[in-house]
């Protein structure tokens, strides 16, 4: 009787003693891009992990546009601003500062998701001036509530050690494999995925195409917006996919897959995606990516004639298991304790 009548005391008072935790993830955009989905897992991982041993209320807030001109960045920091009121505030890069201030004086945490930062991309001039007043307010920052995320040991290192940031952890790109295991076996086409259409690519990767395309390959790109496809002289195309089914089904039957990234990429999930359906990846070593065909044992090129000649050998291998396990979306808790923990042992 003493028994039950203690775990019935221990159940109340662990019920009494639950707090109320409210996450917010605060995103943008008018398509789901790779580091919304990475950012994403993140959001979904940490309601899970803190749901252990807390009522958690998660939300996901998210307006569908883009904020490019100076008016149009003035009230995304508006509105970020009035959103990031939670325990925990998951934000983006561009949302990071607002963040902060609105929760300088509070208790609040702030997690600002860096996938990367590349002085020579092509920012903006109030764009380079909005990264240097982030990163000097979190050298300011005395405590732990202020929190870089990103997903490379590349970007883990460029953080700490070139910005001088602290509080910098890894929150890699997790993948749930079972999706990706109908696509390994399908039979390889006379086709080159030559990556995602975007301004970061080699401004030479047209001319590979137009070289592969008479080598007998068709080359394609993917897209997220609609107004960018088109054929251009049958030597290659730009494709926007109906779902990512149908995208992975298309790459899964590629000879392989193209990152020849001009900056230095954040990690790069298309080019993991590729692996993921059995389908070799070539590129240059920038960034994150370049951490990504390390550890996969991908062919790391340095120009596109590299580029051309690997491809004409058939120069390439794949991963082994344990780069997919390494992955794995059930290892995000394992990540997760490490940021949290080392917040709760300094408050």
Known sequence: MRGECNKYCKFVSVVFHMKNMQINYISYGVVKTGGYRHEKCLFDALCGYKSRNTEVSGQLIRRERLFESLLGYIDLILWSFLKSNADINIVTARTGLSAILRNWFTKNEVWIVLHNY?????????????????????????????????????????????????????????????VYEPYRKIKKEQTIFMGQWSTKNDPHIIELANQLSQLGYYCYFSTLYTQDVRLF?????????????????????????????????????????????NTPVLGFKRGGLGDLLKESNSEIVNSIEEAYNCIEGGLWVLPDQDFFERYNLSNTLNYLEIVCSNHSSQS
Not at 152 to 174: D, H, M, R, S
Not at 250 to 260: F, G, I, R, V, Y
Request: proline share 2%; charged share 25%; with cysteine.
């Open 233 to 277: 002289n049958g030597a290659y195309e730009i494709i926007c996919f109906e779902s990512h089914e149908t995208f992975l089904e298309q790459m899964s039957k590629a000879t392989c897959t193209l990152a020849l990234i001009r900056i230095n990429e954040g990690w790069n999930r298309i080019a993991h995606e590729s692996l993921l359906v």
């Open 118 to 178: 590349d002085e020579k991309d092509g920012k903006t001039e109030h764009m380079t001036l909005y990264y240097q007043k982030l990163f000097s307010w979190l050298k300011k920052a005395k405590h732990e509530r202020f929190k870089i995320i990103t997903g490379a040991p590349f970007w883990v290192q460029y953080f700490e050690q070139e910005q001088g940031l602290k509080n910098v952890y890894l929150f890699p790109n997790f993948f749930d494999l079972n």
